[in-house]
Nanobody, 122 residues
Framework: QVDLVESGGGLAHVGASLRLSCATSGRILSVYGMGWFRQAPGKEREFVAAVSGTSTFYNDAVKGRFTISRDNAANRLYLQMNDLKAEDTAVYYC?????????????????WGQGAQVTVSS
């Protein structure tokens, strides 16, 4: 069993920055593919960013503003979010899958965190 716990969400103004953190229960970051997803009110959950090995991939909506990274020694995954927009308001989820492939498919992920609320006000 892998536990994922997000933190760092909250309220921010348009143009501000936030960093989400995902604590993992074991040393999985070096062998599992990791990703961030988000779900806005009234919308389906969508892919945000993924990392596996040295490769990263981003949703076009966040490319250039968000950065996914990890600290294997600390067992933490991060999502640095800069230049926030009102449309970034959502619950953000950390997820892990047992493959080293980069994937944007929600169904491919085996483990999920409980989510962290990010609210961006104008």
């Amino acid at each position: 069993q892998v536990d994922l716990v997000e933190s760092g969400g909250g309220l921010a103004h348009v143009g501000a920055s936030l960093r989400l953190s995902c604590a993992t229960s074991g040393r999985i970051l070096s062998v599992y593919g990791m990703g961030w997803f988000r779900q806005a009110p009234g919308k389906e959950r969508e892919f945000v960013a993924a990392v596996s090995g040295t490769s990263t991939f981003y949703n076009d909506a966040v490319k250039g503003r968000f950065t996914i990274s990890r600290d294997n020694a600390a067992n933490r995954l991060y999502l640095q979010m800069n230049d926030l927009k009102a449309e970034d308001t959502a619950v953000y989820y950390c997820a892990a899958h047992k493959s080293r492939a980069i994937t944007t498919l929600e169904i491919a992920y085996d483990y999920w965190g409980q989510g962290a609320q990010v609210t961006v006000s104008s």
